[in-house]
């Protein structure tokens, strides 16, 4: 990590929530940036090149998912929406438009902290070489030699279960919808057909999870998607 | 048979025509033969039957025939006919004026009831055109009313059906009316049989019988005979009485959907008012509990954020229950795994669940099954939930899956006391829980989402009692899973 404090700018009306976000977020040593508005939030995106962005689907002055497509016009820097719980097709609208995680108000403090910390170690990951060795639980994975190993012992995966394997080792610290993991895995033409995701999520979890039913490593977002933990 | 004013002045008017005419011909006379005065009195007949019906006109034909053998036939100014001949002419002269008389007079009331005919139809067709303009059910009545009273001389009454289909009369008409024999008419759609002088005469629309138009003559005797005319009426009423009936639909319609969007607008404003404040509580608090307080402040701090954690899950369940009951929740079904559901329930849990160990068991050739995941994961959340508030810690929690024959019925059953037998029927309503004096938190809510979500998948809920512990299990219907298409497949293809 470097030494410089990562920069978050946080994009929320409501004046208390902004508060104790940014001491959170302090606490832990990030130098926060504040906007009020989505369009002030834009300006401030431009001038301030945080390494994250911290939006509030809610906004008063526009629609938090618009502004999401014009931020990814010009950058990529990872952002993590605000939003309520009972919105799962704002929250998919805003994941598809290119965020990368969502909370769920309200939510804990060390809730927040995780899912930031998560999306930092993405951002110094991507910029740093490409990781080839993949390690969770009892699995490795050999990304160059396409080796899947759980306890030492190889384990057999048909080319869809890897491909799929491999989109959500890629998304790492993200939340996957159904219609990005379809498109990457199946092709633009299966994007409906959420049942083979969720069936093949399924072969994934009996072959290298511990308990299929309890999954630790390849969680469900339900009504959103999947996300990978290691 | 009495004379009116009018008609003794037609009957003077041709005697008079008869006495000028006589006058003129006798001015003429000394340069006309006899036989060509006759012609003069015949013109005279003619025009008095033209002009004023055939009474003045047989007058006419008498007095024209005296007129002329009194002062032109010789031996003048006498009734005597000298010559035999004359006779000839009186009567041909008597004929003639007779039936051009009548001729005329004929003509003359066929164009006098053209004329009534004509004004009758455009009487209807004003009708028709206020018709099309009424508003209200009440002004269709009126405007109908008007018309037959204006036209007929009759009296009418409009009989629509209320909500079970029983006539009820509109507006304030004068008809007796025999309540059974209109609503015969209406449960038939055929006019009935005259019945003390009122016709019953149903208003047959497109799609069905409007209601019934009964109508009777204010005087007796009047002619009712008239039956197209009745009949047009009639159907210019149904069709006002249904363009209004459609125009009450769509305005409801209309009505409907603006209440529907304000109630969605209403909930969602409430759910960002409710959740604001919350998550403000809930991250305040749970930045005191993390900061360097004594143990005791700490723990306070703790408690607000869990109290406040469980205001919003108890939030989220009001408001979910309001969207359910408005219809405001669409179902996103999609064919899934139920595994992943449950897994996913279990997660969301987290230490909601205590230490009660889960045991699952779901059979291994258990069909994929099309449901709302988000809802499933309330309906999973609710019951475990239950579960866990009402047994023993460290006693277990049993989710098991069966498939019957177009079902897959799903169970979760705990080790507690089970549900109390007075309530187990109510169960699922709002507001009611499985123990009464009990000192676990909860309203109650939670089953009766539970069981709005599973009404709304098809399925059914139910509650009952094991030894030890209580068992809720709901149903899913199979229907027809699609065919997941295997890797090679899919690979061929690519």
């Known amino acids: 990590m470097s030494t410089v404090a990562p920069r978050v700018l946080l994009i929320e009306d409501e ?87 969502y909370l769920a108000k309200p939510f804990g403090v060390s809730e927040l902290l995780a899912r930031v910390r998560a999306l930092l170690r993405r951002k110094s990951r991507l910029s740093g070489d490409g990781q080839t060795l993949v390690a969770f639980g009892e699995v490795q994975v050999d990304l160059i030699r396409r080796l899947v190993t759980r306890n030492g012992e190889p384990v057999h995966l048909t080319p869809i279960e890897y491909r799929l394997l491999r989109a959500l080792l890629a998304g790492e610290g993200r939340v996957l919808t159904h219609r ?4 990457d895995v199946w092709g633009p033409s299966y994007v409906e057909s959420s049942h ?21 490593y390849f969680l469900t977002e339900t009504g959103v998607g999947y996300r990978f933990q290691s | 048979m009495g004379i009116s004013q009018g008609e003794l002045k037609s009957y003077l008017v041709s005697a008079i025509a008869c006495l000028a ?84 007079a004929l003509l003359r009331k066929q164009a006098e009831a053209a004329q009534q005919e004509e004004a009758r139809t455009r009487a209807l067709y004003e009708t028709a055109k206020s018709l099309a303009g009424a508003v209200k059910l009440p002004q269709v009545a009126e405007t109908v ?38 609503q015969a008419v209406y449960d038939r759609g055929q006019s009935g049989e005259e019945a003390d002088g009122v016709r019953y005469l149903p208003l047959i629309g497109a799609t069905r019988v409007r209601g019934v138009l009964a109508i009777s003559p204010v005087a007796s005797g009047n002619d009712m005979l008239n039956q197209p005319m009745l009949e047009a009426v009639a159907t210019l009423s149904a069709i006002a009485v249904e363009r209004l009936h459609y125009v009450e639909v769509a305005q409801q319609a209309q009505l409907q959907t603006a209440s529907e969007r304000l109630r969605s607008s209403v909930l969602s404003a409430l759910s960002h ?40 899950g108890l939030v989220e369940n009001l408001l979910d229950m309001a969207r359910l009951h408005a219809g405001d929740i669409q179902l996103r ?25 889960v045991r699952i068991e779901l059979p291994a050739d258990l069909p994929l099954l099309e449901f709302d995941a988000v809802l499933m994961e309330r309906v999973f959340c609710n019951l475990l939930e239950n579960a866990s508030k009402y047994s023993p810690e460290d006693s277990p929690i049993d989710i098991t899956a069966n498939r019957k024959a177009g079902l897959v019925e799903i169970s979760v059953r705990d080790y507690g006391p089970g549900i109390a037998p007075e309530r187990q029927d109510r169960i699922f309503e709002m507001f009611v829980r499985g123990v009464s004096e009990s000192n676990q938190h909860g309203v109650g809510l939670g089953l009766a989402i539970c069981r709005a979500i599973v009404d709304a998948h098809c399925g059914t809920i139910i509650a009952e009692n094991c030894t030890p512990g209580a068992r809720f299990t709901f149903t899913l219907p199979v229907g027809e899973p699609p065919v997941i298409e295997g890797d090679d497949l899919l690979e061929s293809r690519q």
């Open chain 1, 196 to 216: 083979y995701l969720r069936v093949f999520v399924g072969h994934l979890r009996q072959k290298l999870e511990a308990d299929p039913t309890r999954p630790s």
């Open chain 1, 180 to 183: 990005q993991l379809l498109r």
């Open chain 2, 273 to 312: 008012d409710l959740r604001t404040p919350l998550t403000i509580l809930v991250g305040i608090a749970d930045s005191l509990a993390r900061s360097h307080l004594e143990a005791r402040q700490k723990e306070d701090a703790e408690a607000v954020r869990d109290q406040a954690m469980r205001l919003a």
């Open chain 1, 15 to 101: 004046r208390q929530i902004r508060k104790f976000v940014r001491e959170a977020l302090q606490q832990e040593g990030y130098q926060v940036f504040e906007a009020e508005t989505a369009a002030q939030g834009l300006v401030e995106a431009g001038s301030r090149k945080p390494d994250l962005v911290i939006l509030d689907l809610g906004l008063p002055d526009r629609d938090g998912v618009e502004a999401i497509g014009d931020l990814r016009n010009w950058s990529a820097v990872p952002v993590l929406i605000l939003s309520a719980r009972s919105a799962e097709p704002d929250k998919v609208a805003a994941l598809d438009a290119g965020a990368d995680d």
């Open chain 2, 333 to 357: 079904r999609e064919w899934q795994p139920l595994e992943e559901v449950i897994g996913s329930s279990l997660k969301l849990l987290g230490r909601a669940l205590g230490r009660h160990p």
């Open chain 2, 21 to 104: 005419t006589a006058f003129l011909a006798a001015l003429i006379r000394p340069w006309f033969d006899t036989v060509n005065i006759v012609m003069l009195f015949l013109l005279a007949v003619f025009l008095v039957s033209w002009r004023l019906g055939q009474g003045p006109a047989v007058l006419a034909a008498f007095l024209s025939v005296g007129l002329f053998d009194f002062f032109f036939v010789p031996p003048r100014l006498t009734f005597a006919v000298a010559d035999i001949q004359y006779l000839l002419t009186f009567v041909v002269m008597l004929a003639v004026a007779l039936i051009t008389g009548q001729l005329t």
């Open chain 2, 145 to 182: 009313a008007a018309f037959l009273h204006n036209e007929i001389d009759a009296d009418c009454m409009l009989l629509l059906p209320d909500d079970t289909g029983q006539l009820q009369a509109q507006g304030s008409g004068r008809v007796w009316i025999e309540p059974h024999l209109a």
